[in-house]
């Protein structure tokens, strides 16, 4: 029987248990175990390096360059700010006839207007630096009637050695622009206006030599007509304009007595039906 037993556990052996291996009949050491190898833990994630931007290398900044819109009331706190700030208007004359450029003087600035023209861009950069004598220390905010040329612009000037070169998204009439946000968000000194365009009398008027006392103003408001001694026109108390000769006339004529009885010194009818022979 034990040889039958024997003979058994050579040809089928038993398997170790999981959990703890015992010596078989034929062993007398245990065989070596593997290590166990855990896998190997992912590399720790470093955080990737934010490298800071100058403001022309961020092509962000010409669009958007300010971190919330509205654009342009971000522009007037720059400029507001920023003691380095300044405006530059590169509209075409014409368009600042129409509609002139937001008053600085609130905030102690002027605004520069250079006129930018396709295909001239090095005159452009010579004439916006006769008006600036520090570049490497002047921050531009650049205006348009509707941004479509301030980022070129913004970025020509970068080049060219200013410190930083905004555009105004949207500009000054385009959406979010700076007339659409200024009853909102601007002092009502820097809100801007269409000029009112000139009347036929006020162009008559210069055309014999005789101005009006002023011009419009930069709000688009055009102050009352004054009466001249050799003009050809006065203006009445309802607004209407008239002729001077005829108000000269209506000046000059005699007065309608209000009596039917002028020769009376009284002024007044006779108490009798017959009256009496008039004083002389």
């Known amino acids: 029987m034990a040889l039958l037993i024997n003979h058994l556990l050579l040809l089928h052996p038993p398997k170790p248990s999981p959990i703890s291996q015992t010596l078989n009949p034929h062993q007398t050491t245990f065989p070596p175990q593997k290590p166990h190898l855990l896998p190997n833990p992912p590399p720790p994630t470093s955080p990737i390096p934010l490298i800071p931007?100058?403001?022309?290398?961020?092509?962000?900044?010409?669009?958007?360059?300010?971190?919330?819109?509205?654009?342009?009331?971000?522009?007037?706190?720059?400029?507001?700010?920023v003691r380095e700030a300044?405006?530059?208007?590169?509209?075409?004359?014409?368009?600042?006839?129409f509609m002139a450029s937001p008053n600085l003087r609130i905030l102690g600035k002027d605004v520069v207007h250079v006129e930018f023209s396709e295909g001239?861009?090095?005159?452009?950069?010579?004439?916006?630096l006769k008006n600036y004598g520090d570049p490497q220390n002047t921050v531009i905010c650049v205006l348009d009637n509707f941004g479509g040329d301030s980022l070129k612009v913004a970025e020509l000037l970068f080049?060219?050695?200013?410190?930083?070169?905004?555009?105004i998204e949207g500009g000054l009439r385009g959406n979010d622009?700076?007339?659409?946000?200024?009853?909102k968000y601007l002092p009502p000194s820097m809100h801007v206006y269409p000029r009112k365009r000139k009347s036929s009398t006020s162009a008559q008027l210069e055309m014999n030599g005789n101005k009006?006392?002023?011009?419009?103003?930069?709000?688009?408001?055009?102050?009352?007509?004054?009466?001249?001694?050799?003009?050809?026109?006065?203006?009445?108390?309802?607004?209407y304009i008239e002729p001077i000769e005829a108000a000269?006339?209506?000046?000059?004529a005699p007065k309608r007595p209000s009596s039917p009885y002028p020769k009376y010194?009284?002024?007044?009818?006779?108490?009798?039906?017959?009256?009496s022979k008039p004083q002389s």
Not at 216 to 226: F, T
Not at 228 to 236: D, I
Not at 248 to 252: G, T, V
């Open 248 to 252: 000269l006339e209506a000046k000059s």
């Open 120 to 128: 001239d861009e090095d005159g452009f950069v010579k004439e916006v």
């Open 177 to 183: 622009g700076w007339q659409a946000i200024q009853e």
């Open 53 to 81: 931007l100058s403001p022309a290398k961020s092509s962000h900044l010409f669009l958007c360059p300010f971190p919330s819109p509205p654009i342009a009331i971000d522009a007037f706190r720059k400029l507001r700010d």
């Open 265 to 275: 010194h009284d002024l007044k009818p006779p108490s009798s039906p017959t009256p």
């Open 212 to 239: 009006p006392d002023a011009e419009s103003n930069e709000n688009g408001q055009a102050p009352a007509l004054s009466a001249s001694a050799n003009g050809s026109s006065v203006s009445t108390e309802n607004g």
């Open 86 to 97: 300044q405006l530059l208007d590169i509209r075409k004359k014409k368009s600042v006839r």
């Open 159 to 167: 080049k060219n050695g200013f410190k930083e070169a905004y555009a």
